[in-house]
């Protein structure tokens, strides 16, 4: 077979990647490793920034976001039970939009199969082969047969595990890396949100995140040390520790309920440099890992696919390849950002093992200077809502 953009990686990432380059005439054909069910099987993140909603509007893909998706001003902070909300729209005039990940990727199935996009799920031994000439190809089975895919371009966009990254040579790339020591122990239940809006909640018993998908579908987390596994934790024990590290007045209003899924998401930071080698260009958890404090994981991937995107179209509609050049730079300039902020909403919300009494107060400070400073405020504001692309 033969395409333009060959994209390894049937998520969110390189769905969208391949939605916004047949709409722009290009062509491509997706392999994913995993069922289509599978895929959608996944439960992750729910904020969509603004740069995100209006790609995804873009691409065609957002008709059900707009009806189903339920727009966010704005979030809360609690401290040891003192708590206060950032108005996103005040401070910086935008914002975010609750909207499951899982969703998104519906969506994005339908809207490819709309447009009859070529996409093999459950492709096996993909291997990357000549990345580093101008003939690069894909080898992979499918089925009960092995195929080769010559293109022009190959998009990594399969995550931390993929195979994508693994095929640029390690004395080539250079990765950055911090392991925090605790993990988010996370369970999604039918049951009304216990606030219309996040809560970030920091206390001295850890850190707790009030979340949802939907009037009726709760999200919620508790930090847990690494050693923690998903078996020590009852549906009760949960709730109660849960309701525990609430301001008050919120815990007493809390609605509980069976879990209809719990797990364990380790925290990490993670970036490797550079996003491109040859032919080669990484997208998503491909290149970069955030803690999902801040909720960027989904939009950082969406970023990646805006600046690719435009670099690949330049290149078929001009022959110009500046864009492609540049795409490393440019994606890996907003990563950082983005990292910074990730880091900084985890620092300063979590219990470190590690921490002293110096430490608290400097946590304690960061969350005073939000509540008093005008300032402060627009800056996180700017970055939860999303940079500029």
Same mark, same amino acid.
């Given at each position: 077979?033969?395409?333009?953009?060959?994209?390894?990686?049937?998520?969110?990432s390189g769905l969208l990647l391949s939605q916004l380059l047949n709409r722009a005439g290009i062509a491509t054909v997706v392999l994913e490793r995993r069922s289509r069910d599978y895929?959608?099987?996944?439960?992750?993140?729910g904020i969509l920034e603004t740069g995100t909603v209006d790609l995804l509007r873009e691409a065609g893909a957002g008709a059900r976001m707009d009806v189903e998706g339920i727009p966010?001003?704005?979030?809360?902070?609690?401290?040891?039970?003192?708590?206060?909300?950032?108005?996103?729209?005040?401070?910086?005039?935008?914002?975010?939009?609750?909207?499951?990940?899982?969703?998104?990727?519906?969506?994005?199935?339908?809207?490819?199969?709309?447009?009859?996009?070529?996409?093999?799920?459950?492709?096996?031994?993909?291997?990357?082969?000549?990345?580093?000439?101008?003939?690069?190809?894909?080898?992979? /089975?499918? $089925?009960?047969?092995?195929?080769?895919? =010559?293109?022009?371009? +190959?998009?990594?966009?399969? *995550?931390?595990? &993929?195979?994508?990254?693994?095929?640029?040579?390690?004395?080539?790339?250079?990765?950055?890396?911090?392991?925090?020591?605790?993990?988010?122990?996370?369970?999604?239940?039918?049951?009304?949100?216990?606030?219309?809006?996040?809560?970030?909640?920091?206390?001295?018993?850890?850190?707790?995140l009030a979340s949802l998908r939907n009037p009726m579908l709760s999200r919620y987390y508790v930090q847990v040390p690494l050693t923690d596994r998903v078996e020590d934790w009852s549906?009760?024990?949960?709730?109660?520790?849960?309701?525990?590290?609430?301001?008050?007045?919120?815990?007493?209003?809390?609605?509980?309920?069976?879990?209809?899924?719990?797990?364990?998401?380790?925290?990490?930071?993670?970036?490797?440099?550079?996003? /491109?080698? $040859?032919?080669?260009?990484?997208?998503? =958890?491909?290149?970069? +890992?955030?803690?999902?404090? *801040?909720?960027? &994981?989904?939009?950082?991937?969406?970023?990646?696919?805006?600046?690719?995107?435009?670099?690949?179209?330049?290149?078929?509609?001009?022959?110009?390849?500046?864009?492609?050049?540049?795409?490393?730079?440019?994606?890996?300039?907003?990563?950082?950002?983005?990292?910074?902020?990730?880091?900084?909403?985890?620092?300063?919300?979590?219990?470190?093992?590690?921490?002293?009494?110096?430490?608290?107060?400097?946590?304690?400070?960061?969350?005073?200077?939000?509540?008093?400073?005008?300032?402060?405020?627009?800056?996180?504001?700017?970055?939860?809502?999303?940079?500029?692309?």
């Amino acid at each position: 077979m033969r395409t333009q953009v060959a994209i390894i990686g049937g998520g969110p990432s390189g769905l969208l990647l391949s939605q916004l380059l047949n709409r722009a005439g290009i062509a491509t054909v997706v392999l994913e490793r995993r069922s289509r069910d599978y895929v959608l099987s996944r439960i992750r993140a729910g904020i969509l920034e603004t740069g995100t909603v209006d790609l995804l509007r873009e691409a065609g893909a957002g008709a059900r976001m707009d009806v189903e998706g339920i727009p966010h001003d704005g979030c809360l902070l609690a401290d040891n039970g003192e708590m206060f909300r950032i108005d996103f729209a005040a401070a910086c005039g935008r914002k975010v939009m609750v909207y499951g990940q899982t969703e998104v990727t519906q969506d994005l199935y339908d809207a490819q199969d709309a447009i009859g996009a070529t996409i093999f799920n459950e492709a096996s031994d993909v291997a990357l082969h000549d990345v580093d000439s101008d003939t690069p190809h894909v080898t992979f /089975r499918h $089925g009960s047969k092995d195929h080769r895919l =010559d293109c022009d371009v +190959i998009a990594g966009c399969d *995550g931390f595990h &993929g195979v994508s990254r693994q095929s640029i040579p390690a004395a080539l790339r250079q990765e950055f890396e911090r392991i925090y020591p605790f993990g988010w122990l996370g369970i999604l239940s039918r049951t009304p949100p216990v606030s219309d809006e996040l809560i970030y909640a920091r206390s001295d018993r850890g850190f707790a995140l009030a979340s949802l998908r939907n009037p009726m579908l709760s999200r919620y987390y508790v930090q847990v040390p690494l050693t923690d596994r998903v078996e020590d934790w009852s549906d009760e024990a949960f709730w109660d520790e849960f309701r525990a590290r609430l301001p008050a007045e919120v815990a007493a209003r809390l609605v509980t309920g069976p879990s209809i899924e719990k797990s364990i998401a380790p925290l990490r930071s993670f970036v490797s440099e550079p996003m /491109r080698w $040859g032919r080669l260009f990484l997208c998503g =958890d491909a290149a970069h +890992i955030v803690p999902p404090t *801040g909720a960027k &994981g989904l939009n950082l991937a969406v970023s990646d696919v805006h600046y690719l995107c435009e670099a690949l179209i330049q290149r078929y509609r001009t022959g110009s390849e500046a864009g492609l050049d540049g795409y490393s730079a440019r994606a890996l300039a907003r990563v950082w950002q983005a990292m910074r902020f990730s880091w900084s909403m985890t620092t300063m919300m979590h219990s470190f093992p590690e921490h002293g009494g110096f430490d608290r107060r400097m946590q304690q400070t960061e969350l005073a200077l939000l509540q008093r400073s005008e300032a402060a405020r627009r800056l996180m504001a700017e970055n939860y809502t999303g940079l500029p692309f």
